[in-house]
């Protein structure tokens, strides 16, 4: 089983940045895919971000070019630097890993609100 514990939501302006931190621990053998999603009021979880193990990196199109994921395996943590930030952006950002043969683990949430 993974915990994930994530870090760095809050208020910012629109136009600001606010960067995302995930670490995993507990028992694994192996770290796949870290991502990130978010669930505005009212709307599904969908995706914003994803990193494999490699490197290779997946953005939804509305965070392409302002997001930034990345990861640094020897600290199993997962990052999303956030820049250019609109009142759209606004919701509970989830941290996702996929580890070992099929498991995933989801965690508790941050909030980001992007208001003036």
């Known amino acids: 089983q993974v915990q994930l514990v994530e870090s760095g939501g809050g208020l910012v302006q629109p136009g600001g940045s606010l960067r995302l931190s995930c670490a995993a621990s507990?028992?694994?053998?192996?770290?796949?895919?870290m991502g990130w999603y978010r669930q505005a009021p009212g709307k599904q979880r969908d995706l914003v971000a994803t990193?494999?193990?490699?490197?290779?990196?997946n953005y939804e199109d509305s965070v392409k070019g302002r997001f930034t994921i990345s990861r640094d395996n020897a600290k199993n943590t997962v990052y999303l630097q956030m820049n250019s930030l609109k009142p759209e952006d606004t919701a509970v950002y989830y941290c996702?890993?996929?580890?070992?043969?099929?498991?995933?683990?989801w965690g508790q949430g941050t909030q980001v609100t992007v208001s003036s």
């Open positions: 990193v494999t193990s490699g490197g290779s990196t």
């Open positions: 507990g028992r694994f053998f192996r770290i796949n895919v």
């Open positions: 996702n890993v996929r580890y070992n043969f099929g498991s995933a683990s």
